[in-house]
């Protein structure tokens, strides 16, 4: 069995911080993911996405992510259901994410680069636990490129070729 789904879209709100009453973050936000095709009037549609985030990285994409910011989103579908005040059963379908990507940086003029990756796929553990710092550092905004165009000293020896 495979539950896997990777998700490209602007949040249309900013995400909501909250904590269980045993003290663990969970965050809640929608993405607005474009479908492929246009509609019968010739506009484009779009899907809206309920993901939630759990522990590190629900408080990582609070301080991070804001409305209209373009994130990829990588976790699972969780189909859930409960039973509302009126005896009827709901059924909630939402995207559990263990990896969220903040694909462009602050929209507020803010010069400070905030792209980066978090989650508990690729290192950075939701948990808190981790070799790996659970914000980008300051390090990781050089440009490796900057110097394009200049010779690069190196020497026979450190080619692998």
Do not use: H
Request: net charge negative.
């Amino acid at each position: 069995m495979l539950n896997r789904v990777i998700l490209i879209g602007r949040l249309t709100r900013d995400p909501e911080l909250r904590y269980t009453p045993a003290g663990v973050a969970v965050t809640q936000f929608t993405i607005a993911v474009d479908r492929p095709f246009s509609g019968s009037n010739g506009e484009r549609e779009a899907d809206f996405i309920p993901v939630v985030t759990w522990r590190q990285l629900a408080e990582t994409c609070a301080n991070y992510l804001r409305k209209g910011r373009l994130t990829a989103v990588e976790g699972r579908i969780q189909v859930r259901n409960y039973e509302n005040n009126e005896g009827k059963r709901v059924y909630v379908t939402e995207v559990i994410a263990d990896n969220v990507r903040f694909l462009e940086s602050n929209r507020d003029g803010n010069q400070q680069r905030e792209e980066g990756s978090y989650g508990s796929g690729d290192g950075y553990n939701a948990g808190g636990s981790s070799n790996r710092p659970a914000q980008p550092s300051r390090s990781s905004n050089v440009d490796p490129f900057k110097d394009d165009g200049r010779p690069i000293d190196i020497s026979e020896d450190d080619l692998p070729f």
